[in-house]
Structure formats: C-alpha cells, structure tokens
C-alpha cells in the first residue's frame, strides 16, 4: 500500500485528507466515495512518520494474529461446498453450511467473513482476496476459473484435487526431511554440550602453554567463549533476526523478490520450487483453455496464483508478448524456464488446435520431475549432511588434539 494525499474542495474550502491505496486509481475511486466535495487532484505523498510508526504497528500486530487454516479442513470445506453448489444451492448458502459444520475455528471464521461479503454482492473470489494468507493463490485462481466458465462446482472439485496433491507432497517432504533432521539435531546437541562443557577443561591446559595456539584451537575457544558468557545473548539476536527477516520478506516487496532471488540460487530448494511452480503454472493455465477462456486472459489468472515474484515477473512478460501477438510458445522461448522440448510440445499443440491437452501433458511432465526430486531429496541431502558432521568433527578433532601434539613435541625437546 501506498500513501496518497486527496484535495478535496468543500464548502469554498480546499480540505487535504491522507490514506492508504495501491495505486493512483484505486486512491481515486476511495477520495470519491470516501469523502464529501469535489475532487481537484489526487497524488502519492510521503507517508508521516507517525503514520509509518503505527501502520508498522498494526502489520506485526496482524502478522502475529494470522489465522492459519489446517490444510485438511480445507480440502474437506472445498468438497462439500462442490457437491452442494453441484445441487444447486446457492453459493452464500453452501459457505454458510460449511462454516457452521466445520471444526477449525479459523476456516469458520473465514468462511463466515466470505458469506459476509458475497451477501454485500462481491463476489467469491473478490471477497476471497481478503483472506489470500489464509486460502492461498492457488484457491483464489481456481475460484475465478469457475466464476468465468460458470462451473464453479468443477473448479472446486479440480481444486480440492489439486490441494490434496499439494499435501500429499508436503507429507512426502516432511518424511524425507525427518532423518536428516534428526541427525542434523543429534549433532547440534552433541556439539553443544562438547563446546559447553569439554573444551573448558582443555582451555585452562592450553593457557598454561602460552603458545600461539592453532587455528583450529582458537576457534573453538572463540565458540566456548561466546556459548558460555552470551549464550542467550546470541540466541535472542538469533529470534529477534528470524522475526526481523520474516517481517521485511513479508511487508516488503523489494526485500521479498532478493530473497526469492537467493531461494532459486540455492543447491535443490531451487529445483523444488521450479518444477512446483511450473506445474501448478501449466495446470491451471491447461483448465482455463479447455474451459475456452483467451490465452492472455488465462496467463493472468494462471500467473497471479504463483508465488515466487522472479518466475512470476518472467512469466508474466509472456502475457505482454502474446499480447503484442507473438505465439505462445515463442513468449515461454523468451523465459528460459522452459526446455527446448517443452516449447516444441507447446508449438505443437497450437498448430494443432489441441493446446489445452498438450499443457496437460506438460503438467504431467513438470509433476513427474517434481516427484521424482522429493523421492530422492534424502540421498540428496546425505552428501551435504556428511559434510556438516565431518567438518564439525574434524574441527573438534584438531582443535583438541593440535595443541596436545605440540605440547608433547615440546616436552621431548623437539
């Protein structure tokens, strides 16, 4: 949100008032309602600091108060509201339903807001643009698939498959990540405990030397001291900076795509993010082409779901290219995420007049190699796992033992 001032002439008065929009149109369309007169100018201003300070307030405050809905509740919400607008009851009626026979208290209390606003005339979708943290992307993208091919209960129900899908791989993760995790733990634990505990008894033998000790020695005297007289010095700058980060990456759109930026340069994660994106991208744009909507209305639905602003930016000078006429498998060409046989697929399925099946196999294919990467991420992360142990090992090994050597090598007058 950006701040903008409004001059408004009232009563032979010019009167300027301050809010919130996300752009020049939308900061229009609220002076006209909001406020009483006429309408000279309105213009993006510099936000008062006292404004700033409380606007930063109310986002941690909001950010802390998120409602998180379990993934489960809402798959089984998103089938019942399918079967039952599948019978003809009423959109408002079938969230009212849901929300009622629910056990997450946050769901209900999201889908009573939807029933809200849907009775007020906005409709599913726009009201669901509210609670984007809550649904998710992918959620609202759907929702607008079935509002603009009037086959809402279809889209729910290719929905609700969808976010069963996306589960079962979340599931898949964790399971993959559990041994890893476990060891990784193990060896903090151990590590600590010999930092703690272990290296002080060495430090008072190796003070007694007044040698210059290795590097590897005062590295770990370095550690101890830091473990041992900051301790929860370091672990509170250590939360303080998670919170931090999240706040910024959260709030800050800038900060937002550097960190997306880092994420698609780092050893596996950038693959998992890629092939997932890809695939829910191809997906979703394969549903609204069968469903007969144009292309490059169909980009933007499909775009605006995607996560990751640097394959979403990339993506979305494919729509300006289509726009400007070129083919669609010339504007995915131009993005280099997609390989040489992928385009070839697509250009074949447009010359074919079959574009819709043929991005469906292409989120078949964009599914496999995801799979195909969470089933194999625990022989992927042994290497990096082992590394990790061995160098911690090797660290205590000559931090410990280098001194001792020399101490002995000393004693026999070497």
Same mark, same amino acid.
């Given at each position: ?93 079938? %969230?009212?339903? @849901? ?6 208290? +946050? =769901?209900?209390?999201? /889908?009573?807001? $939807? &029933? !809200? ?22 959620? %609202?993208?759907? @929702? ?6 009037? +086959? =809402?209960?279809?889209? /729910?129900?290719? $929905? &609700? !498959? ?22 990784? %733990? ?229």
């Amino acid at each position: 949100m950006d701040y903008f001032q409004a001059t408004m002439l009232t009563k032979g008065k010019k009167q300027i008032f301050g809010f919130y929009a996300r752009d020049r149109k939308e900061a229009t369309d609220i002076a006209k309602i909001k406020y009483s007169g006429l309408l000279i100018k309105v213009e993006e201003s510099t936000e008062p600091l006292e404004l700033k300070f409380k606007r930063i307030k109310n986002e941690l405050l909001q950010n802390v108060k998120k409602r998180k809905v379990k993934p489960d509740a809402l798959i089984a919400a998103i089938r019942q509201m399918a079967v039952m607008t599948n019978a003809g009851i009423s959109i408002h009626d079938s %969230i009212s339903e @849901v929300a009622v026979s629910t056990a997450d208290q +946050n =769901l209900a209390y999201v /889908l009573e807001k $939807l &029933a !809200d606003d849907i009775n007020a005339g906005n409709s599913l979708s726009k009201a669901m643009e509210n609670f984007r943290f809550e649904l998710g992307n992918l959620t %609202i993208a759907m @929702v607008k698939l079935g509002e603009k091919t009037g +086959n =809402l209960d279809e889209a /729910l129900n290719s $929905l &609700a !498959d969808m976010l069963e899908e996306i589960r079962a791989n979340v599931i898949k993760f964790k399971k993959a990540m559990a041994y890893p995790r476990n060891v990784m %733990i193990a060896m903090a634990v151990a590590f600590t405990v010999l930092i703690s505990y272990v290296v002080p008894q060495f430090k008072a033998i190796f003070e007694e030397l007044n040698a210059e000790l290795p590097l590897p020695t005062q590295i770990l005297l370095t550690l101890e001291h830091l473990f041992n007289n900051y301790g929860p010095y370091v672990l509170a700058i250590l939360i303080l900076t998670f919170f931090t980060l999240n706040y910024l990456i959260n709030n800050y759109k800038h900060i937002r795509y550097g960190w997306h930026e880092l994420l698609l340069k780092t050893y596996l994660i950038k693959n998992i993010i890629k092939y997932a994106t890809l695939n829910r991208f191809t997906l979703v744009f394969s549903e609204l082409v069968r469903a007969g909507i144009p292309i490059a209305e169909a980009l933007d639905t499909s775009i605006d779901m995607i996560d990751n602003l640097p394959l979403k930016s990339k993506l979305k000078q494919v729509r300006i290219s289509v726009e400007k006429g070129a083919m669609l498998n010339d504007g995915l060409a131009e993005t280099k995420l997609f390989e040489s046989m992928i385009i070839q697929m697509v250009k074949a399925g447009e010359d074919g007049g079959a574009l819709d099946k043929m991005m469906q196999k292409v989120a078949d294919y964009y599914k496999m190699r995801f799979d195909a990467i969470i089933d194999n991420l625990s022989s992927a992360i042994e290497p990096i796992m082992l590394l990790m142990i061995a160098s911690m090992v090797i660290l205590l090994a000559l931090g410990i033992f280098m001194p001792m050597w020399d101490m002995g090598n000393a004693v026999q007058g070497r």
